[in-house]
């Protein structure tokens, strides 16, 4: 159990690290980098942690992964084998039964059979997962790893669980705004493209006489045949038409 002077200390890195969540989304992290973050102030604050890992899922799922990340490179090998190659684990446990699920020793661990020896092997010997919970929805999951046996005390999994529910907020908030951000990137991207989409349906129009809607479907053929972007059709049309122009102008005076 610890003592008083460590609880405090505990407790102080708790707030320091609800504090840095808070400000997570201000930046300008990328998604996997927000993780990261999260994964990196939960290895501060939770004790006997030797190791984090973050698992952020789909919008929609509860499961399926959109982003990895974890305080150090071995702890991004073990979410790997827990979401990827395996498909079993203590966080798919947590967030199966939406509780903290916790191992002392992972070698002889018979819940997750393959997972737990192959991780024990890797030198990591205890866990501590957590679903992560926004809205009564599982955005993701939190796996606290340690190399010695029983290193996770029962105000470790107090800790954790008042971590792990502003983290969840955190990150969620990070999908969400990354998710904006693409949407923004795509709109403006339509917005850059449709003049020059306008511009070649109206070329075709103005030699075949069809009407806009069949125009854009003999655009949309090309690019299908040519496998190139519907925009990039319609801008060597648009430029093969002012390079016809450019040669029926007569010369100006004196030229």
Known sequence: MAGFDQVGADDANLRAALGDLAGLVAGSRSLSESLAEVAGFAARVIPGADGVGVALFRVATEDSVEALAASAGVFEDIEQIQYVALREGPALSAVRDRRPVLSDSLGGEQRWPRFGPRVGRLGVHSVLALPLVVAERVVGAISVYASDKDAFDGHAVELS???????????????????????????????????????????????????????????????????????????????????????????????
């Open 161 to 255: 669980e008042l971590f792990a529910r502003p983290a969840a907020v955190a990150i969620h908030n990070a999908q969400v705004l990354a998710h904006a951000q693409v949407l923004t990137a795509r709109l403006q991207a339509a917005l850059s493209t449709r003049p020059v989409i306008d511009q070649a349906i109206g070329l075709v129009r103005g030699r075949t006489g069809r009407s806009a809607e069949e125009a854009l479907s003999h655009l949309r053929a090309i690019s299908q045949a040519e496998q190139r972007k519907l925009v990039d059709v319609a801008q060597t049309l648009v430029d093969e038409a002012v390079r016809r122009a450019l040669a029926r102008t007569p010369p100006g005076p004196g030229v």
